[in-house]
């Protein structure tokens, strides 16, 4: 697959992303009473916070698939250093960092390894976001200077 095929089949890949992420958080409550009842009394018996954190992370999974919706644009059009990406990825590792806060508050109710990895993929997808929202300030700054040049 050559470049520009790579970058379409990442736009429809987060376009389904997108969707479908809307479609999961419509139906969680639905989704994880069932599961409550099905699969695990522990999620039945703190359905409420169990919701909370899962409705919490899930908007804020949706708004980084949104961003990232966002940026592949610029990459579509050949204008990736712009103020917009570099807001998006601000705002990626913050909803980055909310979800890993949402995780922490759910490692005292109902610990898995599952919930410490999430917690620290979150914290470190944070992190990135906002150090590569830094070097893409900078790009940009870059490039108006050397658009101002020509």
């Known amino acids: 697959m050559n470049k520009n095929g790579m970058v379409v089949f ?10 479908s992420g809307i479609l999961v958080e419509a139906s969680l409550p639905v989704t994880l009473k ?3 009842k099905y699969f695990s009394q522990d999620i039945a018996s703190n359905y409420i916070l169990m ?6 992370s899930g908007v804020c999974g949706i708004m980084i698939v949104y961003q990232l919706r966002k940026m592949i644009r610029t ?31 759910k490692v005292f109710v109902l610990p ?3 919930t410490f990895v999430i917690i620290l993929t979150f914290f470190i997808a944070g992190l990135f976001s906002h150090v590569l929202s830094l070097v893409f300030a900078e790009a940009v700054q870059y490039k108006e200077e050397n658009d101002l040049t020509i």
């Open 10 to 19: 990442t736009k429809y890949l987060l376009d389904v992303m997108f969707y």
């Open 34 to 36: 069932m599961a409550g």
């Open 51 to 56: 919701l909370a954190v899962f409705l919490v």
């Open 75 to 105: 990459v579509i059009s050949q204008d990736c250093f712009v103020d917009g990406n570099t807001n998006s990825l601000r705002m990626m590792g913050k909803a980055a960092f909310v979800i890993a806060a949402a995780f922490i508050v």
């Open 112 to 114: 898995t390894p599952a």
